[in-house]
């Protein structure tokens, strides 16, 4: 194993929360595969050192795996919906420890647009007119305490209303418990039948208060303005540099786990996960 020396590398109470989560080893399996050369908590450390400092895959330091490598556990894992399973276990934990039930029943959606660097195509950017910007739009979906849930990246000119509906569309396969979405006004009028008829699903618009000047603090959707920061954090997501948005998704849902599992190796939290399957015998 290599020495822990970068911010972004897991401690061992984190490792001991994600290494569980990940998928068995195909050499443990009964199908059989060749043993894995690089150990997966480098792996994932070299996922995080991308996601935190921003640098580019190929410029990895020497002492991580070959970037190819971590390219293909990170794109193989996200295929195969591992990353979004570590992130819903993560925050099931969390709430639980906040005294909470695993899984919410009320959540909050915003959207942001991010300029897009030379590496993403015209046909999935676009022009956001109200914010003068030319890229992608990140819309997210986060539980009253701001844990995220679902994230999806769109062209940057695509209303919130039209995007709204394949985010909320995933959101009902993903989490059926789910009753509420609070939403701003761009996700108002014709949304709100549309969410109630098709999906069950009651949009309620908080509005920015008609007197009101100046930075003002809304009920309920500042809790995914403030989720929104905390993806911010990671340097990799101040621009959108992937040339596939799934890629874009996937590491903006890496830096949310790292956020999940720091908060709680801090609480000294000890894993609780069901253990996994005895491999069979072939």
């Known amino acids: 194993m290599r020495r822990r020396r970068y911010p972004s590398d897991t401690t061992n109470a984190e490792w001991a929360l994600i290494e569980p989560l990940l998928p ?62 570590i992130r819903d276990q993560l925050a099931g934990r969390i709430r639980r420890e906040l005294g909470k039930g695993p899984r919410a029943v009320a959540t909050v959606i915003d959207s942001q647009s991010v300029k897009a660097a030379e590496t993403v195509g015209k046909d999935t950017r676009g022009y956001d007119a109200g914010k003068k910007i030319n890229g992608r739009k990140r819309h997210l979906v986060v539980d009253t305490r701001g844990l995220p849930l679902l994230v999806m990246v769109t062209p940057a000119d695509l209303h919130d209303s039209a995007a709204a509906k394949e985010v909320l569309f995933r959101l009902r396969l993903m989490h059926p418990e789910i009753t509420i979405v609070w939403a701003d006004s761009a996700y108002a009028g014709k949304l709100v039948t549309w969410a109630k008829r098709h999906l069950n699903l009651t949009i309620k618009p908080v509005s920015r208060p008609k007197d009101a000047s100046g930075f003002v603090v809304l009920p309920r959707r500042w809790v995914v303005e403030r989720s929104l920061a905390w993806m911010m954090h990671a340097r990799r997501h101040a621009r959108d540099y992937e040339r596939l948005v799934q890629h874009s998704e996937t590491l903006i849902t890496w830096a949310a786990i790292t956020l999940m599992s720091r908060r709680l190796a801090r609480k000294g ?11 069979a015998d072939g």
């Open 269 to 279: 939290v000890t894993p609780s996960w069901p253990r996994k399957p005895a491999p």
């Open 24 to 85: 068995t080893p195909a050499c443990e399996t009964h199908r059989g595969g060749r043993p894995e050369k690089h150990p997966r908590r480098e792996v994932v450390d070299a996922i995080r050192y991308v996601v935190d400092t921003g640098c580019k895959c190929r410029a990895l330091p020497a002492d991580f795996p070959p970037w190819r490598t971590v390219w293909g556990f990170m794109a193989r894992w996200a295929a195969a919906g591992i990353v979004g399973q």
